[in-house]
């Protein structure tokens, strides 16, 4: 798992992507496990997507309000606390949730990504343009994307 860009040398890193979905927290989880296993730091982040408005006419979307950002820090609070993961750096970005997190494991240098899957039929992803479905074609690194089968529904809350 070395990346191109690193010229051999490792940077260390897992990046993970967390929303508020049993299956992103399963991905957590496996992330800590290969972190751990395989000495890597892992940084789990959260996007919050901007709201669709525009400031002037023709302007960039609006970035992610402060009450978005603060529940996006609590969400991967709680989201590490329950995997256990309670001391991993935490990242809330603002912006399309593939875009972002690609962004962040370039710059992080990351040499995997991990992704939960809500398991949603091959057509329908095709359609609604999964995160994961769309972080494959732009991530900097290999994505492992974590399926919802993964989830012991049995035992989940």
Do not use: K, Y
């Not at 919050?48 to 609590?74: K, Y």
């Not at 750096?89 to 370039?106: C, F, K, M, Q, T």
């Amino acid at each position: 798992m070395l990346s191109g860009r690193s010229n051999g040398r490792r940077s260390g890193v897992i990046v993970c992507g967390v929303d508020d979905s049993l299956v992103a927290g399963e991905a957590l989880r496996t992330a800590g496990r290969l972190g751990e296993r395989l000495e890597l730091r892992v940084v789990a982040a959260h996007a919050v997507a901007p709201e669709p408005v525009r400031t002037r006419p023709w302007g960039p979307l609006a970035a992610a309000g402060g009450d978005e950002l603060a529940a996006g820090e609590a969400l991967l609070e709680q989201a590490c606390v329950d995997a256990g993961l309670g001391d991993v750096e935490r990242h809330v970005l603002s912006g399309r949730p593939a875009e972002r997190l690609a962004e962040l494991a370039d710059e992080q240098g990351a040499e995997l990504i991990v992704v939960g899957s809500r398991g949603h039929r091959l057509l329908q992803a095709a359609f609604m343009g999964g995160v994961a479905s769309e972080l494959i074609g732009l991530a900097p690194c290999p994505v492992l994307v974590v399926p919802a089968l993964a989830v012991d529904w049995d035992t989940a809350a």
